[in-house]
């Protein structure tokens, strides 16, 4: 059981922003969003992580709606590169009992020239 | 090493036989976990060791499934008289437990069972 509900697939044109949304409407107050991206025939890769405020980083900038039901990744500029399947995640912190990560289906993004 | 080591990358099996995959995790990250993937699916959890607390094998999907970590640092996953649905991309991930990052995925074994 995932806890969050994604798209299975999106499209987005090269060099434009990509918004990946996420619904998590039964996250609790100590629980994460993750985020991370598998690009074919790798491991998942790590992107960004938030808990209510948003966040920015090198690769991705993350928001989360004020209830925390929902959130959004964005890719500022997509690249081909950046073809992956996007998987977002709930878990409690790290202060927690429970540190495994249950993936979902996550969502097929694919940067189109 | 900078990054989750795994090894083999690929390892074909004849039925019925055992196999060790081995996994080293990054140096200082004190948390280690399996998943295995296979064709098309998600991430399944296999099982989580943390320090030297007992390990979650709450993911592990059958008696023929063991893992263990040495000395808090390399872990093998053995399966015993493998099936063919073992057939799958097992990958091992590590973390700094008590920070929030992320897992540090490696590239996965892939296991065919023929």
């Known amino acids: 059981d995932a806890k969050t509900t994604q798209p299975p697939s999106m499209d987005c044109a090269e060099g434009r922003a990509a918004n990946l949304p996420c619904n998590h409407s039964t996250i609790s107050g100590n629980e994460y969003v993750y985020w991370y991206r598998q690009i074919h025939s790798q491991g998942p890769q790590y992107i960004i992580h938030?808990?209510?405020n948003n966040e920015t980083n090198e690769m991705a900038s993350l928001i989360i709606t004020e209830d925390r039901k929902s959130s959004t990744l964005i890719l500022p500029h997509a690249t081909l590169r950046d073809t992956a399947v996007y998987y977002c995640i709930v878990s409690p912190d790290r202060g927690g009992s429970n540190y495994k990560l249950t993936f979902g289906k996550g969502t097929l993004l694919t940067v189109n020239p | 090493g900078a990054g989750v080591s795994q090894s083999p990358s690929n390892k074909v099996t004849e039925k019925g036989k055992d196999v060790e995959l081995r996994c080293d995790p990054i140096?200082?990250?004190?948390?280690l976990y399996w998943y295995r993937q296979s064709l098309g699916q998600g991430l399944e959890f296999l099982i989580y060791?943390?320090?030297?607390?007992?390990?979650?094998k709450s993911g592990l999907p059958s008696d023929r499934f063991s893992a263990e970590r040495t000395g808090g640092s390399v872990s093998t996953l053995t399966i015993q008289r493998t099936q063919q649905e073992d057939s799958a991309v097992y990958l091992c991930?590590?973390?700094?437990?008590?920070?929030?990052?992320?897992?540090?995925f490696g590239s996965g074994t892939r296991l065919t069972v023929v």
């Open positions: 938030g808990l209510k």
């Open positions: 060791f943390q320090g030297n607390s007992a390990p979650d």
């Open positions: 140096s200082g990250h004190t948390a």
């Open positions: 991930a590590s973390s700094q437990a008590r920070k929030n990052y992320g897992y540090t």
